[in-house]
């Protein structure tokens, strides 16, 4: 049951800004890599790069910009009126926040600005996207009735990588996530992905028509690389059929088999930076997927969105709260609509501000962890050699799919590319000027690149037996993708072992490799959270993920069709698998629990999870996913994580507010005890509550320091929530302490300190915002949540030059045209330009000053 509501000026014109926006960028990541485990079938982060989520291209949005207005949207009217409206009122909603849109736009215009949008919003949040220039961005920022200019991101799948099913079916299986009498019937979940193959037989019945944010699209077959039509926008399907698949090979099955996804396309193939083809959404697509999930139909009315909604797709390192994907999040709980994201495939991260992508980093999404519930794993002995040199001899992780019964030994050969050193390579690369293939019935040596599953695919499509793979971390066992056809061992061989034996090639020394009886091992990970997934701290302070789900070797359906005829299979990794698990899951709960309203599944699911004793807040949030704990809960929480910020200085405290609900039919008394450690005390107010059925309460928490405070690392624990007849809930907390960076913006420089105004040859204004420490656990990103760019004469200040929201560390680069905030020519004389660099939480705010002369 869904939350209930009732049935049925002008102005003069304005000159040239003073500002011109020339260049933000980012700075790439590193990744960090975790402690290593018992022998090789242990993995590490850096060994999944380019596996989960695969090779990331270099794509620009151009000037594209997401403009938040302050006028209310339809889900912020609904809240406020306490989620009571009938269908006209939502109508009527809908249309207003549209109507003061287009106001905008007209009266943008009469300055001279003319603006075409290319996705507009008005359910879930009240904007839109559209390119902008300095100018309109400079007008825009000062405008009364907007609330915020924010940069759009590019998004990625956050998982693309599958094996060959055969004897992997049973570790693919996801038989703990299961509820029995309830397969999420009658309930909807939004998939927001890329394109969805709903002829495939292990999803048809279970797929609506599909919706093409991108353009026009059938849903079926899956869209093509126009380049290369055999490359088939995987994704989609692959979590469509984890979320719903039915009769599949082996038994295996989906989570939610009785559920129905509407899948909307907010992914797919689009050009990018080198005007090639790659698969990736933006995150104003992004939010114009949530606009149609919670109403499908477009009619302004939302009383038939969707009850469940997974965004598949990840934002690297884009946590931040106040973003218009975290905004459009909050809007969709709010018309009941739970979202569930991935936490994202960046790894290990420092004890304060972590790896978490977007959408994964907004306060109301549901965000998750992947797992490693694999007892064991596949290897095989490798013996590489150059004549009677032994290059390399040990057992190493069987990367891709099952080999043959008995050893097999292979001339290694290379593909064009990699003898000439050029890395990477083509599919061309593996045939000759007649079209002959290099390496057809022999082992393929091949430079993995930034993309280890397609070099693979290329290898396989030109006939190798076997691929050696070098040039990348070492991969671990089942973790490159396959498709069904490809039938030839993997594996991937040290930097050193595969340049030696690139060497041999040249010197004509014929080298080969003999691969084994794969066996099995001891999986090192297992019962851990993948080394690939993304860590907390959200750039809020909030404890993120909310939980982890199985997200590795998931067994699910293919796009496309094998060359018999059958459909294909595969498994997955990442973190949008694993979200894919909670989203299922979620549904199924929806239909056991239907008077759980949105925030109350979150925080039922969230609270039940199953702490992992070996593994931090950071990592798993509240633990691992137990859906018949949460089908049992009588008490859910809002929210489901904390967050506290970052501890500093003596008599630090902070405080936090915890709604407790009461789900089940009887009154339960409630305890509210805190556990956990690193010097951090936690008093609630009141402690005890004793609450009616269907009743709320309020309870503060207050955190504080007990002693020095440390001068770094973090603590971690959670609020237990402990009524009688009921197991505990758990409310997870981590805190990281000592002060953030003093100074979140740097090498500051004005290319000249005295020049004539001129709107073609700016002075240039560069600087770099915020910062990446490398810490020993990870990354330690430090963002910058505000940059106001201010001008002054003397004392006084003249205004507002520009404002950049959500910053990422990099460069950015202003022009300055010798123009005021009006546009009107400064006159001759000094002027000073301010910086103010907010952070994303409490912290000392930046401010640097430099002089300039207008001659």
Excluded: C
């Excluded at 905008?104 to 603006?115: K, R, S």
């Excluded at 088999?257 to 104003?284: C, F, H, K, N």
């Excluded at 008093?683 to 770094?712: C, D, F, M, S």
């Excluded at 009107?824 to 004389?829: A, D, F, I, V």
């Amino acid at each position: 049951m869904r939350t209930p509501r009732l049935p049925e000026a002008r102005a003069g014109r304005v000159a040239l800004p003073a500002i011109i926006a020339l260049v933000a960028t980012v700075v790439a990541v590193g990744f960090g890599v975790s402690g290593s485990h018992e022998r090789s079938v242990g993995s590490e982060a850096s060994s999944w790069r380019g596996l989960v989520g695969g090779a990331r291209p270099s794509v620009t949005v151009g000037q594209r910009l997401l403009v938040v207005l302050k006028k209310p949207s339809l889900a912020q009217l609904v809240w406020e009126h306490g989620g009571l409206a009938t269908e006209r009122q939502e109508r009527a909603w809908t249309k207003a926040a549209i109507a003061a849109q287009k106001q905008l736009l007209t009266e943008l215009a009469i300055h001279g600005i003319q603006m075409r949008p290319e996705f507009s919003f008005a359910r879930v949040l009240n904007g839109f996207s559209a390119p902008l220039d300095a100018r309109a961005v400079a007008l825009l920022e000062r405008r009364p009735e907007v609330a915020g200019v924010y940069p759009v991101r590019v998004a990625y799948p956050a998982s693309i990588s599958s094996d060959p099913l055969d004897r992997k079916l049973e570790a693919g299986r996801v038989p703990s996530v299961r509820l029995p009498g309830y397969d999420g019937r009658g309930v909807t979940i939004a998939l927001l992905d890329t394109g969805v193959n709903r002829l495939h037989r292990y999803l048809r019945g279970r797929m609506e028509d599909g919706i093409d944010v991108l353009g026009d699209y059938s849903g079926a077959p899956a869209a093509a690389d126009p380049d290369d039509p055999s490359r088939l926008e995987r994704h989609g399907t692959e979590l469509a059929g984890i979320l719903a698949g039915k009769g599949g090979p082996g038994g295996i099955s989906g989570v939610a088999t009785g559920a129905s996804v509407l899948p909307i396309r907010v992914a797919g193939w689009q050009r990018d930076l080198t005007g090639s083809w790659a698969v990736y959404g933006r995150t104003d697509q992004i939010v114009a997927g949530l606009e149609r999930a919670v109403d499908p139909n477009l009619d302004g009315d939302a009383h038939d969105a969707a009850r469940i909604a997974l965004i598949g797709l990840a934002a690297s390192y884009g946590a931040f709260a106040d973003s218009p994907e975290a905004r459009a999040i909050r809007g969709a709980l709010r018309l009941d609509t739970l979202v569930v994201a991935p936490a994202g495939n960046d790894g290990p991260a420092g004890p304060g501000y972590g790896s978490v992508s977007s959408p994964g980093g907004a306060p109301e999404a549901l965000t998750v962890a992947a797992a490693d519930l694999r007892r064991q794993a596949e290897e095989v002995p490798v013996t590489l050699r150059a004549g009677l040199q032994i290059l390399l001899n040990r057992p190493l992780p069987l990367a891709g799919a099952l080999v043959s019964s008995h050893p097999r030994e292979l001339e290694l050969v290379a593909p064009r590319a990699s003898e000439s050193g050029s890395g990477a390579p083509a599919l061309d690369d593996f045939f000759d000027g007649r079209g002959r293939s290099l390496v057809a019935g022999r082992a393929a040596l091949v430079h993995a690149g930034d993309d280890p599953q397609l070099a693979t695919e290329y290898a396989a499509r030109a006939g190798a037996a076997a691929v050696v793979l070098y040039g990348t971390a070492q991969l671990p066992s089942g973790g490159l993708g396959l498709d069904e056809n490809v039938t030839v061992p993997v594996v991937s061989v040290p930097e050193q072992a595969g340049r030696q034996a690139l060497d041999a090639l040249s010197r004509h020394r014929r080298p080969a490799v003999s691969i084994g009886v794969p066996v099995a091992a001891r999986n090192g990970n297992f019962g851990e959270i993948a080394p690939f997934s993304s860590r907390g701290l959200a750039f809020d302070g909030r404890v993120k993920p909310d939980l982890a789900a199985p997200g590795v070797g998931l067994a699910t359906s293919e796009p496309g069709k094998n060359e018999d005829g059958s459909a294909r299979f595969g498994t997955v990794n990442g973190t949008s698998a694993a979200a894919a698990v909670v989203a299922g899951a979620a549904a199924v709960l929806a239909q056991a629990r239907p008077a759980l309203t949105a925030p109350e599944l979150k925080g039922v699911l969230t609270g039940t999870a199953t702490h992992l004793r070996e593994t931090g807040v950071a990592a798993q949030g509240a633990g691992l996913l137990d859906l018949d704990a949460a089908s049992a809960a009588e008490l859910a929480t809002d929210p489901g994580t904390l967050a506290f910020g970052r501890a500093q200085g003596d008599g630090w405290s902070a405080t936090q507010e915890l709604t407790l609900l009461n789900s089940s039919s009887r009154w339960l008394p409630i305890r509210v005890r805190a556990v956990g450690q690193g010097g951090l005390a936690i008093a609630a107010t009141p402690e005890r509550v004793y609450l009616r059925p269907g009743g709320t309460r309020k309870v503060l928490l207050r955190a504080r320091l007990i002693g020095a405070p440390p001068t770094g690392g973090s603590a971690e624990g959670a609020i237990l929530l402990i009524a009688r007849g009921a197991g505990p809930l758990r409310v997870p907390w981590a805190i990281a302490f000592g002060a953030p960076p003093q100074r979140l913006i740097s090498a500051v420089a004005l290319s000249a300190t005295s020049f004539k105004p001129s709107d073609t040859t700016p002075a240039v204004l560069s600087l770099r915002a915020g910062s990446v420490l490398q810490e020993p656990t990870g990354p330690q990103v430090q963002p910058v949540a505000r940059l106001d760019v201010e001008l002054w004469r003397g004392k006084k200040r003249l205004g507002l030059l520009a404002r950049l929201r959500d910053l990422l560390p990099g460069r950015v680069a202003i022009g300055l045209t010798g123009r005021n905030p009006e546009g009107g020519l400064l006159r001759r004389g000094k002027f000073r330009i301010r910086l103010l660099a907010v952070p994303t939480s409490e912290g000392p705010r930046t401010t640097q000053t430099i002089d300039f002369t207008i001659k």
